[in-house]
């Protein structure tokens, strides 16, 4: 019965296998990713009107002693120096 009932309701597969109704880990701010993890700033950048999207930036360990107290400026002027930028797009379940 579970494969006729994909086929009538194709909707219940994607809420299955993404699981966008649930967001993981609970109970957690993702908005304040420096309670998570060290030397990370959430950044939200406006990609079009009414579009935007939150990003972190975290420093490598070897710049976490510098990176230590730093306002979001400092982390914006980061991004601007010569050590190069991975980006890590990442989709979460309640947060996308």
């Known amino acids: 019965s579970v494969p006729f009932l994909i086929r009538l309701f194709p909707v219940v597969l994607t809420k299955f296998v993404f699981l966008n ?3 993981f880990p609970f109970f957690v701010d993702l908005r304040r990713p420096e309670l998570l993890l ?8 406006t ?3 009414g ?4 990003i972190w930036h975290t420093v490598p360990g070897s710049r976490g002693a510098e990176a230590r ?3 979001q400026r400092w ?3 980061a991004l601007a120096d010569a050590h190069p930028v991975i980006i890590y797009l990442h989709g ?3 947060t996308r």
């Open 75 to 77: 982390y914006e002027e």
């Open 69 to 71: 107290g730093k306002d």
């Open 92 to 94: 979460n379940g309640g």
């Open 47 to 49: 990609t079009e009107p």
């Open 51 to 54: 579009v935007t999207v939150g």
């Open 38 to 45: 060290n030397n990370t700033v959430s950044l939200y950048l």
């Open 21 to 23: 109704f649930l967001a």
